[in-house]
């Protein structure tokens, strides 16, 4: 089961200019001791189920309340990447689909606000290091270009050494093009957003208030039961609260609240660093992916955006890049504490640069990297590799989005709406399974994100994240291919 966040943590990059109207908010300051909707968690997930509340005519007259253990989107979403590019491959076409759909929802939100969060449109070039992985990329693209050709549009395989040079690839032997990527500074984006609700009125955030345990109300009056208003009751340091509806936007937190998902979304730590690029060195037109790169596990990419040259606060051009398993010297799986820092994967990251891309510049005499900021952060992956996303079964009124497997940009903010969607469609009185099923109808839902007792149990037979950790499984397509791909490695 997993803890609480810790209440410290490495220093991200992305919480180096922080929002001063956010840090400690609290927007009333004492809590409340009920709402109509309580949401758990203040990063993409969280922030955007506020939003599309805020938005929707039918959640006039709510009370919406936001509740964080940390500061305001202290946890995943302030301490990722800075990508938000969909995997358009890797999954089914229903899911390529609604990543992109994701994406375009970002994007375009960030357009239509002037967002100042360094937002770039570009091409996304995904790497992979050894004959067989490129080898099963390029069968995954073709697969994607028959059975789903408006999205196989917009992936192409380059092999020709003098292509990948171009983009500045050094020795894999094969990549991928995807044309619908993005990179951007992800915390300045959540806080965009929340402070705009809370300006407008239309949220109540309280930072530094975990929620410690959720359980069914029972009220002391007969009242108060028939009506149904208050289904749940929320407790934390701060004193306890009553709600209609939960909605957990927790991520890889999730089985502190619920511990029958202890086994579905299972915390995982990363490392993250911010790199000062070889002098003279020119920007780079791409975001990366490196699969299975200088002999790592290829179910863990390492990933890079680059931030500005100019015309942005403090712009150095940093080199965001993430990921350093093959260097790891410390568990990952399980893990909850990102106030530890695994010095062998921040060592491989200052290195690995050097030797995977054409970075130009002075390059001659380096043999790392200067980091300005290196530090942790909690993922939550899913068991069988999709998110999590509806009611949570025997718990009325508590409603989860998460378990996004370090994939959350492309994801966490349409998985958000449709918990939303859910939500008001029952308070309308409208049943969540009719609901959810015009959501999957629509191309709004991947039918694998629902929740259901079925999957749930289906999730059993499969492996656990830790021995798909140590297979090394990747580019599993559906539970039903997780579990086919489980039988033949006991055959």
């Not at 549009?153 to 990948?164: F, G, M, N, R, Y």
């Not at 998985?415 to 969607?421: L, M, Q, Y």
Request: glycine content about 10%; some cysteine.
């Amino acid at each position: 089961m997993a803890s609480l966040p810790t209440p410290d943590s490495t220093a991200s990059f992305w919480h180096s200019e922080p929002s001063k109207f956010l840090l400690g908010h609290r927007t009333t300051s004492d809590l409340p001791t009920e709402a109509d909707i309580i949401i758990v968690g203040s990063g993409i997930t969280g922030a955007s189920a506020a939003r599309f509340l805020a938005e929707d005519v039918r959640a006039k007259g709510l009370s919406i309340m936001m509740l964080d253990a940390r500061e305001a989107c202290w946890c995943a979403t302030g301490r990722n990447g800075g990508h938000c590019q969909p995997l358009l491959f890797d999954s089914s076409p229903d899911v390529a689909a609604f990543e992109l759909r994701n994406y375009n929802t970002v994007k375009s939100y960030i357009e239509e606000h002037d967002v100042p969060c360094e937002w770039r449109s570009l091409t996304g070039c995904r790497t992979f290091w050894t004959e067989p992985l490129a080898k099963a990329a390029a069968e995954d693209v073709r697969d994607l270009k028959r059975n789903a050709p408006e999205l196989g549009k917009e992936v192409t395989v380059i092999d020709d050494e003098a292509q990948l040079r171009k983009h500045r690839v050094n020795g894999a032997p094969a990549a991928t093009l995807t044309a619908c990527a993005g990179s951007l500074w992800p915390y300045k984006l959540i806080a965009f957003i929340l402070e705009k609700l809370i300006k407008e009125g239309r949220v109540n955030l309280q930072t530094k208030t975990s929620v410690t345990k959720i359980e069914p109300y029972v009220g002391n009056n007969a009242n108060v039961v028939a009506t149904g208003r208050t289904r749940q009751i929320l407790h934390t340091p701060r004193g306890s609260i009553r709600a209609r509806h939960v909605i957990l936007a927790t991520n890889a937190y999730t089985s502190h609240l619920l511990p029958e998902f202890a086994d579905l979304i299972v915390p995982e730590r990363g490392v993250m660093t911010a790199l000062i690029p070889p002098v003279e060195s020119p920007r780079l037109d791409n975001s990366y992916g490196f699969v299975g790169a200088l002999g790592g596990n290829p179910i863990h990419d390492d990933y890079l955006v680059q931030r500005p040259f100019s015309a942005v606060p403090n712009p150095a051009g940093h080199l965001m890049f993430g990921g350093g398993y093959a260097g790891k010297t410390l568990n990952m799986v399980g893990e909850t504490d990102d106030s530890i820092l695994d010095e062998g994967s921040t060592t491989y990251l200052r290195k690995a640069l050097l030797k995977l891309l054409i970075l130009g510049g002075e390059t001659g005499r380096l043999k790392e990297l200067e980091a300005t900021h290196q530090w942790s952060g909690i993922w939550g992956t899913s068991k069988d590799h999709h998110p999590w996303v509806g009611a949570v079964p025997d718990r009325p009124g508590v409603w989860l989005a998460g378990g996004y497997s370090g994939h959350g940009m492309p994801n966490g903010t349409l998985c958000g709406k449709a918990v939303v969607e859910m939500v008001l469609g029952q308070e309308d009185g409208v049943a969540v399974d009719d609901v959810e099923n015009k959501l999957v109808v629509e191309g709004n839902l991947p039918t694998a994100y629902a929740i259901t007792k079925e999957r749930m149990e289906h999730c059993k037979v499969i492996d656990s994240v830790r021995v798909q950790d140590q297979k090394g499984i990747v580019g599993i397509r559906s539970l039903d291919a997780l579990m086919q791909a489980q039988r033949d490695s006991k055959l």
